[in-house]
């Protein structure tokens, strides 16, 4: 979390933590960080946020998911936890530790178009990947195996990676814009 | 495109990174890796016998039996640490063999060597490992341990070492940053540690990996104690399993450690969770017994 908030105040963006309904009813944009994406699901019923997270999305908050995030933003997950809910939003099906375990996870570069001519390198750890899109998600990124790694769909955005970890920010620039163009 | 990367340092510390702000705990079985999962735990940590039972039962404490950390790894889809003796280059290879997620070097089991740590550089998997200061945190990491917790005294319920720990550490950061350039080759020389990494927590003003704090967490508040002290999250040993009602005690944890500094929410959490571990105070423990001291 903590290089998403300094990435997105390089940026300019004025940025604070969402814990509560109240904070996130202080912000344009919401970032969804990596983590475990089980325990994340949990504290968000817990504390009562969820609920709150799905309106806004359903009312077109831009929100930005990386690794755990991505799998929080899918309607459908697989290898969840039993019981895992997620928030949804992408019309997409996300799988969870879909790589193995911490000795499969992986540092590479990812050719990226729609982002540039230059590729971004990406940080997957314990990553998820997604295995079905509908027709409205845009793919932004696969893997040389084809499996996809980066989406977006109206103001959603997705990756399986985390470009916060190798001081990547364009996905970040990105999401601002669809903050700055949605608020 | 260009080939990939396993094990690499960004890697192994990224995995600690997205464990912030959570629990791990302590199992010896399916049955407790199960009910921490369901409790909200980011992260197991299998061992033979959890620390209180090591102290009781005494004898030496080694890395868990395969089958057990296989079993453990089938029945949970968090991260699975499991617990190395200090030292025991061996027993870190199978753990590695097993493919577990995290290796602790962890001086709750007896050290199998007296003098060298292991050398965390020749594995993919990242190591985790204690500290009771802030230069034994960097040899540690310039063995390329991945992320530090801070020792405590394991196995007691007494949180007081583990603040002794967090407090030493986080305040030889603080100390760190308010000295000359001039005078970090000195301070290098008294943490023994190398200068390299001794300038680099001067100027950032922290680990450059992840500080989880350990032993004698045993209650909601102690766990929301630790975060407000500057732990990244909370490793919790013997509490949870040595406790009246673990099912209750590991949520109230995750629940106190995620609210930490609302008071109001831990009070919640600390309602009815019946007995919490019968605790052993730490001074009441002759010094050969006192496990923080393994390790150098």
């Known amino acids: 979390m903590r290089e998403h908030v300094a990435s997105l105040r390089e940026l300019g963006a004025d940025v604070r933590e969402v814990r509560s309904v109240a904070d996130l009813e202080q912000v344009a944009g919401l970032v969804i960080p990596g983590g475990e994406s089980s325990v994340i699901d949990k504290l968000s019923r817990i504390f009562g946020v969820r609920d709150a997270i799905r309106e806004r999305i359903a009312a077109g908050m831009p929100v930005y998911g990386t690794c755990a995030g991505l799998i929080l933003l899918a309607d459908e997950l697989v290898d969840g936890i039993d019981g895992q809910q997620t928030f949804g939003g992408f019309d997409a099906t996300v799988r969870r530790n879909a790589f193995g375990t911490q000795s499969d996870s992986f540092e590479t570069d990812l050719a990226i178009p729609a982002l540039g001519e230059h590729p971004v390198h990406a940080v997957f750890i314990r990553a998820p990947v997604v295995e079905r899109v509908g027709p409205d998600v845009e793919v932004l990124a696969r893997l040389d195996d084809g499996r996809i790694v980066a989406i977006a769909q109206g103001a959603l955005l997705g990756t399986s990676f985390h470009p916060e970890v190798s001081g990547e920010q364009r996905f970040h620039e990105r999401f601002l814009q669809t903050v700055r163009a949605t608020s | ?296």
Request: charged share 25%; glycine share 10%.
């Open chain 2, 1 to 296: 495109m260009s080939t990939s990367e396993t094990g690499s340092s960004r890697v192994k510390r990224g995995l600690a990174e997205m464990l912030k702000g959570g629990v791990i705990m302590d199992v010896v079985n399916a049955e407790q890796a199960r009910i921490a999962e369901d409790a909200g735990a980011v992260a197991v940590m299998a061992l033979e016998r959890v620390p209180a039972d090591i102290r009781a039962q005494g004898g030496v404490a080694r890395m868990s039996d395969p089958d057990l950390i296989e079993q453990i790894m089938a029945e949970v889809s968090i991260p699975v640490m499991a617990k190395a003796r200090i030292g025991h280059f061996v027993e870190a290879q199978v753990l590695e063999s097993l493919g577990v997620d995290y290796i602790d070097e962890s001086e709750v089991l007896s050290p199998a060597d007296y003098v060298n740590h292991i050398d965390k550089w020749d594995y993919t998997v990242p190591f985790v490992c204690g500290a009771t200061n802030l230069g034994e945190a960097l040899r540690r990491i310039t063995e390329g341990a991945a992320m530090i917790r801070s020792k405590g005294e394991a196995g007691t319920g007494d949180v007081s070492e583990a603040t002794k720990h967090i407090r030493t550490i986080t305040g030889e950061i603080n100390r760190l940053r308010s000295l000359t350039k001039d005078e970090l080759y000195v301070a290098a020389k008294e943490l023994q540690a190398p200068y390299e990494l001794v300038r680099e927590v001067a100027e950032t003003g922290k680990l450059p990996v992840v500080l989880f704090t350990a032993g004698g967490v045993a209650t909601p508040a102690d766990a929301a104690m630790m975060m407000q002290l500057g732990a990244d999250g909370v490793f919790v040993g013997s509490g949870v399993f040595k406790s009246g009602n673990p099912e209750a005690r590991a949520k109230a944890i995750v629940r106190a450690t995620a609210a930490y500094t609302d008071a109001a929410v831990i009070a919640d959490a600390s309602r009815g969770l019946g007995e919490a571990m019968v605790g052993i105070n730490v001074a009441d423990l002759p010094a050969p017994h006192r496990l923080a001291e393994r390790g150098w």
